[in-house]
T-cell receptor
Framework: NAGVTQTPKFQVLKTGQSMTLQCAQDMNHEYMSWYRQDPGMGLRLIHYSVGAGITDQGEVPNGYNVSRSTTEDFPLRLLSAAPSQTSVYFC?????????????FGSGTRLTVV | DAKTTQPPSMDCAEGRAANLPCNHSTISGNEYVYWYRQIHSQGPQYIIHGLKNNETNEMASLIITEDRKSSTLILPHATLRDTAVYYCIVRGGFYNQGGKLIFGQGTELSVKP
């Protein structure tokens, strides 16, 4: 039981490049989400999904796309990387988004855009 | 979701109990109190949560006051590996704000030998 797996762990991009951050969970969780963590800003929700085929925006969705074709995977795509997207990205999953369940987080992807 | 207030930092001697307080005076009836921690640069880790009653699991105990306006996370025998930032989060309702967790500044707990 691996929990939530994020790849890659580190990435350096040039401005304008695109890439996909991978997130996979093996707990059969319906709810998955992406956060970014910046110094002094705490974690902020980017996008989330309540099940396969269903996604929605969080509080900072601009510049990012997501899709959920399977229960297990929830990739985050950066369309055209900008220095402002330099951050640590965390994927989280749960049985449900309701307040009765805790979230399991991945170990993060550290992204630098130059 | 209600706002929370935590002390910015605390120290604890190794082997002693660590008691981390949290104030959530505007909590409403259907809101849960959650605790997560983040150990240096790792992903946040779920610790425990509760609604009204005190809760205990293999990691910690959660004591919620009768009026629910404050709570205390207790790590019964703190170790050096418990050094981390601890976040108290209040979440409520169903399908609220996309399940967003609002992380405040948390309490930086330092466990010392």
């Amino acid at each position: 039981n691996a929990g939530v797996t994020q790849t890659p762990k580190f990435q350096v991009l040039k401005t304008g490049q695109s890439m996909t951050l991978q997130c996979a969970q093996d707990m059969n969780h319906e709810y998955m989400s992406w956060y970014r963590q910046d110094p002094g800003m705490g974690l902020r929700l980017i996008h989330y999904s309540v099940g396969a085929g269903i996604t929605d925006q969080g509080e900072v969705p601009n510049g990012y796309n997501v899709s959920r074709s399977t229960t297990e995977d929830f990739p985050l795509r950066l369309l055209s990387a900008a220095p402002s997207q330099t951050s640590v990205y965390f994927c989280a999953s749960s049985y449900s988004q309701t307040a009765t369940y805790g979230y399991t987080f991945g170990s993060g992807t550290r992204l630098t855009v130059v | 979701d209600a706002k929370t207030t935590q002390p910015p930092s605390m120290d604890c001697a190794e082997g002693r109990a660590a008691n981390l307080p949290c104030n959530h005076s505007t909590i409403s009836g259907n809101e849960y109190v959650y605790w997560y921690r983040q150990i240096h640069s790792q992903g946040p880790q779920y610790i425990i949560h509760g609604l009204k009653n005190n809760e205990t699991n293999e990691m910690a105990s959660l004591i919620i006051t009768e009026d629910r306006k404050s709570s205390t996370l207790i790590l019964p025998h703190a170790t050096l590996r418990d050094t981390a930032v601890y976040y108290c989060i209040v979440r409520g309702g169903f399908y609220n704000q996309g399940g967003k967790l609002i992380f405040g500044q948390g309490t930086e707990l330092s466990v010392k030998p």
